[in-house]
């Protein structure tokens, strides 16, 4: 990849326009020359995306495993609160975890996880981008507007992601 270069204002790495594939190749191979591309307000939204999507069928892949996993975890941390609470509740609440994680194992999928899947994500992007935004402006003298931050941690997300996917190959055994 070659310098980027402006061209009747469409920015450009090396000669070719900047379309997403090649900025998302820069992202893990040149980044210096990526950033300084990412001046558009919506330049975040399809980095956004591809977390939204491939975080969701990383969970929904996942679920069931980690379910498995934390089940006993579970059951030996409530053990500590058998006395308290007495036999009678203890072993109702022990199946109501039960049942929980055996619903998580059964079926990965709830309607309200698109939900959470898109605003988890959009939330901790926001809250980056805006403490990046008060540490770079105020701090540090910048002059950076919320978008051009946003297109930043949301491409920075991206590498996040690689390390969440990695992880899940080895939870899955791949």
């Known amino acids: 990849m070659n310098d980027i270069q402006e061209h009747n204002g469409t920015r450009e790495i090396g000669t070719e326009k900047t379309g997403i594939v090649r900025r998302i190749a820069a992202l893990f191979v040149e980044p210096s020359k990526l950033f300084p591309c990412l001046t558009g307000k919506i330049d975040w939204l399809v980095p956004f995306i591809i977390v939204v999507l491939l975080g969701g069928l990383i969970n929904y892949t996942t679920r069931p495993i ?5 089940q006993p975890i579970m059951e ?3 053990e500590k609160y058998k006395d308290q609470l007495g036999e009678t509740k203890y072993n109702e609440m ?3 975890v039960n049942e929980g ?6 079926n990965p999928f709830k309607w309200y996880y698109i939900f959470t899947w898109s605003l988890f994500p959009f939330i901790v992007m926001a809250a980056i981008t805006l403490i990046g ?5 105020f701090f540090f003298g ?3 507007s919320f978008w051009i931050v ?12 690689l390390g969440v996917g990695v992880w899940a190959v080895a939870a899955l055994g791949l």
């Open 66 to 70: 980690m379910a498995k996993d934390m």
């Open 76 to 78: 030996k941390s409530m």
């Open 94 to 96: 022990m199946a109501k």
């Open 101 to 106: 994680f055996e619903e998580a194992r059964r």
């Open 133 to 137: 935004l008060i540490a770079g402006n």
């Open 142 to 144: 910048g002059k950076s």
């Open 150 to 161: 946003m297109n930043v941690v949301a491409y920075a997300a991206l590498i996040g992601l």
